[in-house]
């Protein structure tokens, strides 16, 4: 079942190299949406795939870059749009 999930990452996630490499690691499990920098400090992902590799995805999230220092991830799961044809890193 393909699901929408929002990702709110908090921690030591800015400068770290967060942003790309959850890119690639989206891109390989065939998810689509995008990741981007948020003023408080935190990242938000936005991402739509089947719902076990959106769990996986958080739980490398939590592991997955090497500097980064996740303290938190909030989790809204919801219906998709499939308004993405790829995942990318949004400036």
Same mark, same amino acid.
């Given at each position: 079942m393909i699901s929408r999930l929002v990702l709110k990452i908090q921690?030591?996630?800015?400068g770290v190299?967060?942003?790309f490499a959850s890119?690639?690691?989206a891109r390989s499990? &065939?998810?689509?949406?995008?990741?981007?920098?948020?003023?408080?400090? !935190?990242v938000e992902i936005v991402a739509?795939?089947?719902a076990e590799d959106l769990k996986k995805f958080v739980d490398w999230?939590?592991?997955?870059? &090497?500097?980064?220092?996740?303290?938190k991830i909030e989790?809204?799961? !919801?219906?998709?749009?499939?308004?993405?044809?790829?995942?990318?890193?949004?400036?």
């Open positions: 921690g030591q996630v800015q190299g967060f942003r890119q690639q690691e499990r &065939g998810l689509r949406g995008h990741v981007k920098n948020r003023k408080d400090g !935190s739509e795939g089947p999230c939590y592991n997955g870059v &090497g500097p980064a220092m996740v303290q989790q809204t799961w !919801s219906e998709p749009t499939s308004e993405f044809s790829d995942f990318v890193i949004k400036f």
